[in-house]
């Protein structure tokens, strides 16, 4: 352990160390005392200062990790390849252990690969990384976890940092999920990688549970549930949703929960909401079981789940009107900013002045979607969902209907009238600022908030009726078996 000695102090250890040592399994304490030559004082004057250089990471909270690795590691770990560069702490792990000799060994390593060579695993990297033992400085790191397809194509690119990462971490989740890897595997759906399967899979399995015991226990989804669903939900790059973004952006974590309409002008519950069900449903109970008294009888088809992206100032397209929107997350910043009286035109026209600004880290706005509104920008985590109806609302088919009541989602009437909770714009040429007719006295307002935490306190909230929950779709019952051949290029 000679580059160990030179970069903390300790004697070089001269001993033959065991392969055993380096393998899965328990090994003899003989064989351990045999091989290790570094005394406990020496360790504990190692540690002096070490702390404060390695903290650990800032997701962890000030708690080490356990061998149930956070979202944030393997969001992490899953993205590292042979050439990442890595740092690690000088004799992080105490003698007397099969851990500390490993260590020691393979802490001299500077890139992924090389530690990988030296007889770590990716579970040792996400075990050091949370304790703070691991520090990326550079090399390659990728964007996004290797998929599935691109293992099995990639040939002599694939390298063995690749393979490993890749078949542990498909381990990892089909025990998480407690299905085999089989089934993990073969029904991982088009347009979806394996780590997106397996994180929105949890989310669903999370969800599930969480709705469960709601109903046991006769109360509201909870913001922390809300929340903690969200966090483990997979959001795919959304490249559709031009008019939210900057000039700079190419696409936003942004899905769509419900109905939507399709390419081709087809108004149909959407691929996420088929085969995670019970996430949708969360969603949308957290509103329901909150929904103030005045509008209680708010419907809407469609939630837009979004995650860390300030709206440049837009109109919805394709959205009925009235929509509910509440943010979560710790972030600072991010407030809606909202035209109530915007009529059409020119977006960079609306006056600055008119706008009325909502703090959605505390309130629960309900606005019109069709007028301008844009996001404040906001530094942190940040989630956002819309509640809204399509425009099409009125061709739902009846069995997407169905599905949307057992879903919790009140789907409208086909005539629905779109200012029956908030009232028409008004226009900002003067005719807003006159003195209200009679008849406007008597119109809903044109904006409407309340501060979130005070809604649904001690309300019980028993599962609405007998009805059946949706079952989650698979590729086998998502697609019929020609179009499943078709996409696998069969």
Not at 316 to 331: E, H, K, M, T, Y
Not at 356 to 378: I, P, T, Y
Not at 456 to 474: D, F, H, I, Q, T
């Amino acid at each position: 352990m000679g580059r160990a000695a030179a970069q903390g102090g300790a004697k070089p250890n001269t001993k033959v160390v065991p392969k055993t040592l380096f393998q899965k399994g328990r090994t003899d304490k003989a064989v351990i005392q045999k091989a290790t030559s570094m005394t406990k004082e020496e360790w504990q004057k190692h540690q002096v200062g070490m702390n404060e250089k390695w903290p650990l990471p800032e997701y962890m909270n000030g708690e080490k990790g356990s061998m149930s690795f956070k979202d944030e590691t393997f969001a992490i770990v899953t993205r590292w390849t042979a050439g990442t560069k890595i740092q690690y702490r000088p004799h992080a792990k105490a003698p007397g252990s099969k851990s500390h000799i490993r260590y020691e060994a393979y802490s001299k390593a500077k890139t992924v690969g090389e530690a990988l060579k030296c007889g770590t695993y990716p579970a040792d990297w996400c075990w050091d990384f949370e304790r703070g033992f691991i520090k990326v400085v550079g090399g390659h790191i990728r964007e996004e976890p290797l998929d599935t397809n691109e293992i099995k194509e990639g040939g002599d690119k694939v390298t063995a940092v690749d393979k490993a990462i890749h078949t542990w971490y498909k381990r990892e989740l089909a025990k998480q999920l407690g299905i085999s890897l089989k089934e993990l595997v073969e029904n991982i759906p088009m347009g979806e990688s394996l780590s997106v399967r397996g994180q929105r899979l949890l989310a669903q399995k999370d969800a599930k549970e969480r709705l469960e015991a709601a109903d046991r226990e006769r109360r509201s989804i909870t913001d922390e549930e809300l929340l903690l669903t969200l966090k483990r939900w997979a959001f795919l790059k959304n490249v559709t949703r031009q008019n939210v973004m900057k000039e700079d952006q190419q696409w936003v974590h942004s899905d769509t929960l419900g109905v939507l309409k399709d390419r081709i002008g087809d108004c149909h519950l959407t691929p996420p909401t088929r085969r995670y069900a019970q996430v949708a449903e969360l969603f949308a109970r957290w509103l329901t079981d909150r929904l103030p008294k005045e509008v209680s009888d708010f419907k809407f088809t469609s939630m837009n789940v979004n995650c860390n992206y300030a709206a440049q100032l837009h109109r919805d397209q394709g959205n009925f009107g009235p929509s509910f929107i509440r943010a979560f997350g710790d972030f600072t910043g991010g407030e809606l900013n909202y035209w109530p009286e915007d009529t059409g035109g020119k977006l960079h026209a609306l006056p600055k002045a008119k706008k009325v600004q909502f703090d959605l880290s505390k309130d629960l706005a309900l606005f019109n979607g069709n007028c301008g509104h844009s996001v404040e920008e906001f530094s942190g985590l940040r989630y956002s969902i819309v509640f809204f109806t399509v425009g099409c609302h009125a061709q739902i088919q009846a069995d997407d209907k169905a599905k949307l009541r057992q879903l919790g989602i009140p789907c409208p009437q086909s005539d629905e009238d779109p200012y029956r909770l908030l009232r028409a714009p008004r226009g900002y040429d003067g005719a807003g600022g006159l003195t209200p007719s009679k008849k406007a006295l008597k119109e809903p307002p044109a904006w409407r908030s309340w501060r979130s935490a005070e809604l649904g306190l001690g309300k019980k909230s028993p599962r609405k009726g007998s009805l059946k929950r949706v079952e989650p779709e698979n590729e086998r019952s998502f697609y019929g078996a020609s179009r499943r051949k078709q996409g696998k290029g069969e």
